[in-house]
T-cell receptor, first 115, second 111 residues
C-alpha cells in the first residue's frame, strides 16, 4: 500500500505571496489532517478534513485554509505569506473513525521557506 | 483542554545506555501512539497502545500504557545511534477522533 505523499517537498516563497500544498492520503483513508511544525512551537494542528468537510480546526488565522476532494486528496493554502510561516507542513491520513485503532500516518512533509 | 507533557525534553546519551521517555496527561485517552521523527521527515508511527496496562515490545523498544490510560512510557534498551530522533506521543480522546500531540523528546545517541 502506498504511503502518504506530499508535494512539493520544498518550496521557497517571498512575503506576501500565496502557496498551495498538496497531500494524497493512503488509499481508503478518508481523513486528512494538516500540521505545522516549527522548532519553537513543535507540532501544531491546523485542520482536519473528513469526506470533503472540515471537521476540526486549530487556532490559526484565516490566511490558512484547506479543502478536500472527493478522492480524499487534500490541499492547503496559505495566503499573504509571512516570515513566521516558514515551517515544515505535515499531512497525516487516517480512516477518520472514532475508534481506538484510528492511527494517523504522516507524509514526508513540505518544507516552506518564506524570504 | 487535553494536554500531553513529555519528559525529558532533551536527552543525550552514550551508545549502549538505557533510557525512558515519559508521556503524561491528566486526561484519559482511548489510545496512544508513539512516533519517531528524523530531521526534515514526517513522524513515523512506532506503536499504538489501547488497553490500560498494556505493554508492547518492538525489538529494543518497550512501550507501556498506564493502567488509567492517562500516561505512557517508552523504554529503550542499549540505545544505538540509529535511535537518534524526535520522539512524539499522541493521544486520541475517548470517543473522539481528535489527536493530541505531546511536546516531544529529542534524543541523541552518541557513538
Amino acid at each position: 500500500k502506498a504511503g502518504v505523499t506530499q508535494t512539493p517537498r520544498y518550496l521557497i516563497k517571498t512575503r506576501g505571496q500565496q502557496v498551495t500544498l498538496s497531500c494524497s492520503p493512503i488509499s481508503g483513508h478518508r481523513s486528512v489532517s494538516w500540521y505545522q511544525q516549527t522548532p519553537g512551537q513543535g507540532l501544531q494542528f491546523l485542520f482536519e478534513y473528513f469526506s470533503e468537510t472540515q471537521r476540526n480546526k486549530g487556532n490559526f488565522p484565516g490566511r490558512f485554509s484547506g479543502r478536500q476532494f472527493s478522492n480524499s486528496r487534500s490541499e492547503m493554502n496559505v495566503s499573504t505569506l509571512e516570515l513566521g510561516d516558514s515551517a515544515l507542513y505535515l499531512c497525516a491520513s487516517s480512516t477518520g473513525q472514532p475508534s481506538s485503532y484510528n492511527e494517523q500516518f504522516f507524509g514526508p512533509g513540505t518544507r516552506l521557506t518564506v524570504l | 483542554t487535553q494536554l500531553l507533557e513529555q519528559s525529558p525534553q532533551f536527552l543525550s546519551i552514550q551508545e549502549g545506555e538505557n533510557l525512558t521517555v515519559y508521556c503524561n496527561s491528566s486526561s484519559v485517552f482511548s489510545s496512544l501512539q508513539w512516533y519517531r521523527q528524523e530531521p526534515g521527515e514526517g513522524p513515523v508511527l512506532l506503536v499504538t497502545v489501547v488497553t490500560g496496562g498494556e505493554v508492547k515490545k518492538l525489538k529494543r523498544l518497550t512501550f507501556q500504557f498506564g493502567d488509567a490510560r492517562k500516561d505512557s512510557s517508552l523504554h529503550i534498551t542499549a540505545a544505538q545511534p540509529g535511535d537518534t530522533g524526535l520522539y512524539l506521543c499522541a493521544g486520541v480522546g475517548s470517543g473522539t477522533y481528535k489527536y493530541i500531540f505531546g511536546t516531544g523528546t529529542r534524543l541523541k545517541v552518541l557513538a
